[in-house]
């Protein structure tokens, strides 16, 4: 083979984002060509007519004028003494703003703290389905994902006897993503308990992607994974793009709890990765202290009579009212993740449905297997839009399925 200077990374052969990926592309085209299309693609609360709440704007508002310089590479001291005290109050009781990372959004996190871990060769534990970002990011980083499952007759909760049988001489680190996305798992305590206790036995890193951790409808109940994981040590990431619908201010964080022995040479990588990309996004750093210690925003939009449980409902009735789908009803973030069953199943491949789905209905959807799943039954919705808008988009899904299951 000549030498090509211009060749890219050959791993990013592995890495796979379909969340934006060749259908996106299909559908772009489509739209340039007048189609009306109905994206549920992205779990971007903006695109679907949700703002942030106004108290956060005003504070960036407020405080524009300051955002010139850039800020210590963790963050500015007062979002981060905020993100701490925020942690300490929901029990976790180490939370320290020395502790504290804030970045571009849980995604810069990610692949920050992935990158101040992992070795060639490495392996990390993460759920399948995943959100695929963690397995791109632990690829990208050089590591190897090794997929503990969730499975549809588990309601989605994984086995943490599953999990530690995976657990090998190379496996620096436990992924729990909680609320889940795709599925909509929350997880309950005594399963995290079980989960701590096997990262404690083995010596492991729990990474905690709570993003969604305020998004729960029903009696759902959130719980942090650091306040179990006490000396454990435990990197918890949130941030504003979902709980308060601000994604596209790019801010997240990350809290790095536990044994401070433990954690110094971690804790001190990630302070250099910080430094070398200089600072997170400074504007919005300041809405994160008005966020964390205002008004609950995101409960009454879950709570029944408030969009997103409305959302909800429609796909869940949907669903329900189907005989080709099968659904796990999410209790937590903001999609669902159903399967398809029945005559409509035999042969069904989820690219292909998705495929068609968007060519002859007009509707995006993500396939199943592009969250790192070996079945390829099931697709992702967001629940941002309308409820009359899913319940339509339901419609024209069944119709699809229909099709192929009298084909
Ligand atoms: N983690 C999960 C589970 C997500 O679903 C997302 C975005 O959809 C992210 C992390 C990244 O979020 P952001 O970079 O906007 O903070």
Redesign the pocket.
């Known amino acids: 083979m000549p030498h090509d200077p211009l060749a890219t990374r050959a791993r990013l052969s592995e890495v796979r984002y379909e969340i934006r990926g060749e259908l996106a592309r299909r559908a772009r085209e489509l739209e340039a060509q007048g189609r009306e299309l109905v994206k549920l693609n ?2 971007n609360p903006g695109a679907f007519g949700f703002r942030a709440p106004d108290h956060l704007q005003r504070a960036i508002a407020d405080r524009i004028h300051d955002t010139d310089p850039y800020t210590h590479q963790q963050g500015l001291p007062a979002a981060r003494e905020a993100i701490a005290a925020f942690h300490r109050a929901r029990g976790a009781i180490d939370a320290d703003a020395e502790r504290v990372f804030v970045g ?5 996190l ?1 692949d920050i703290s992935l990158r101040a871990l992992l070795n060639p060769g490495d392996e990390v534990l993460l759920p399948s389905p995943d ?1 695929p ?2 397995s791109a990011a632990t690829i990208l980083n050089d590591g190897r994902p090794v997929y503990y499952r969730c499975k549809v007759a588990n309601d989605f909760l994984p086995d943490p006897d599953e999990i530690e049988a995976l657990v090998s001489s190379r496996t620096r680190a436990i992924v729990l ?1 909680n609320p ?2 795709p599925t909509g798992a929350t997880y309950p305590r005594a399963l995290l308990e079980r989960i701590v206790r096997i990262a404690e036995k083995h010596g492991l890193l729990l990474m905690a ?1 709570e ?2 951790d305020g998004v729960l409808y029903e009696d759902a109940r959130f719980q942090p994974l650091a306040p179990l994981a006490g000396d454990v040590p435990c990197l918890s ?1 949130g ?4 709980v308060h619908r601000a ?1 596209g201010w ?3 964080w990350g809290v790095l709890s536990g044994d401070a022995r433990r954690c110094a040479g971690f804790q001190h990588a990630m302070d250099l990765l910080g430094a070398l990309r200089l600072c997170a996004n400074v504007p919005g750093q300041f809405a994160i202290e008005a966020a964390l210690q205002g008004a609950d925003t995101i409960a009454p939009l879950c709570a029944p009579g408030g969009r997103l449980h409305e959302a909800r409902r429609a796909v869940l009735d949907s669903c329900a009212a189907s005989e080709h789908l099968q659904l796990v009803a999410p209790s937590g ?1 903001l999609y669902a993740f159903p399967g398809v069953v029945g005559d409509a199943a035999s042969g069904f491949e989820d690219h292909a449905f998705a495929l068609e789905l968007l060519e002859t209905e007009g509707v995006l959807v993500v396939p199943g297997s592009s969250f790192n799943v070996p079945y390829r039954n099931h697709f992702r919705v967001t629940l941002l839009p309308e409820p009359d808008v899913l319940r339509d988009v339901f419609a024209r899904i069944d119709r699809v399925l229909q099709r192929r299951a009298t084909a």
């Open positions: 992205i779990g571009n959004g849980v995604s810069e990610i959100y970002l963690w993503i889940n996305n992607d993003i969604y990431l941030g504003l793009s979902k994604c790019r801010v997240g973030a």
